[in-house]
């Protein structure tokens, strides 16, 4: 993708315009200046090297361009990097949803690697290293909060603090009426929250023990979403009572879960969602947006190449500017050139405009 900003291009095509001028008056006076002297210069022909005839061009373009680059540059907001993210642009934007079971059985304590953890502290410990992996600055999280029915805590934040207290084993379930936990609503909310943003800048991320869901009915996400993950919670094999029922991590229903939202799932009791993951989320999230070009960009680039060619140029003219070596030259080419005594050599003083003045005593 190319984002070039139209508000800065007159003034820096009128500085284009203005430094091309200058130095290409300066190129045409310096033209006239050097046929007047090319025989001291490059010697009996008068010319120079046949390709130097577009270093006048190429300086003047690169003039032209560092001016323009230099002009966008100064007139370009400052781009700074805060650590609370304030300053990334809204293209840039990422957003996680996390659809959190606050249900009484999260409080249930048989997670993690010692069986002995809540399994709302569990998800706290998974979800804190998610954030602690990815670039935070970039990213607004959105906590929803499901048990018998489904309502926003939080929406858009960047503080990691607000949304580490809230997976601090809150017990919001008291904020709900009793009964059956109802996946369904959480996840049809977190398709509506997510509905007006950009394409592709969303992960849901739906941390539960699981749940019977019904065989149909299943909310569509939107585009915006651009993947879905479903981490179960709670020992899969031994489960724990609460309300004359057995809980346990639901390995079935959630897989079912993440398939009919064209997610993935990820037991999340023993280990924490590994870094292969946590790319492949960054970069479906990403988009095109890595490939951005904005004018600053291009201003940089004109910057860099300009002045790269204007420090080239003397040294190659130094060099290569002319096939002519004044100078004293080895002995072969010197007997060569001047043959036997020295009617060689007064001969070629005489082309390059030096005579022998005779000395009065």
Do not use: C
């Not at 300053?87 to 999260?106: G, N, Q, R, T, Y």
């Not at 060619?309 to 030259?329: E, K, S, V």
């Amino acid at each position: 993708m190319v984002d070039v900003s139209a508000n800065n291009f007159p003034w820096a095509l009128a500085a284009a315009v203005v430094f091309g001028l200058v130095v290409g008056l300066a190129e045409l006076l310096q033209t006239r200046r050097m046929v007047r002297i090319g025989t001291l210069a490059f010697g009996p022909t008068g010319r120079p090297a046949s390709w130097v005839v577009l270093v006048p061009f190429a300086r003047t373009i690169a003039a032209a361009a560092l001016a323009a680059a230099l002009v966008t540059l100064m007139l370009l907001e400052p781009m700074s990097h805060r650590k609370d993210g304030s300053e990334v642009a809204f293209e840039k934007l990422k957003h996680v949803v996390i659809v959190l079971d606050v249900s009484p059985s999260m409080r249930l304590r048989d997670a993690g690697m010692t069986g002995e953890q809540s399994r709302m502290m569990r998800a706290r410990e998974v979800m804190e290293s998610y954030f602690q992996r990815v670039p935070m600055t970039e990213f607004r999280v959105s906590v929803i909060a499901v048990y018998t029915d489904a309502f926003p805590v939080v929406e858009d934040t960047k503080d990691p603090a607000v949304v580490r207290n809230i997976l601090n084993d809150l017990p919001m379930h008291f904020a709900f009426v009793p009964g059956e936990t109802d996946l369904f609503s959480g996840i049809r909310k977190a398709a509506e929250l997510a509905r007006g943003w950009r394409p592709r800048s969303a992960t849901v991320i739906l941390v539960t023990d699981g749940d019977t869901v019904p065989s149909t009915g299943m909310p569509k996400m939107p585009a915006s979403v651009s993947e879905v993950v479903v981490v179960g919670i709670g020992d899969v094999q031994k489960g724990s009572f609460i309300n004359g029922k057995n809980s346990r991590q639901d390995v079935s229903t959630l897989r079912q879960i993440a398939a009919r939202l064209g997610g993935v799932y990820h037991n999340g009791n023993e280990k924490h969602l590994s870094t292969a993951l946590l790319d492949r989320l960054t970069e479906q999230m990403d988009g095109e947006s890595r490939i951005q070009l904005t004018s600053r960009e291009f201003a940089l680039i004109a910057a860099a190449a300009s002045i790269t060619i204007l420090a080239l140029i003397p040294l190659i003219l130094h060099y290569m500017g002319t096939n002519w070596q004044p100078g004293i030259r080895s002995h072969g080419s010197q007997h060569q050139i001047a043959g036997p005594g020295r009617t060689s050599e007064t001969s070629a003083n005489r082309r390059i405009g030096i005579e022998h003045q005779p000395v009065s005593g």
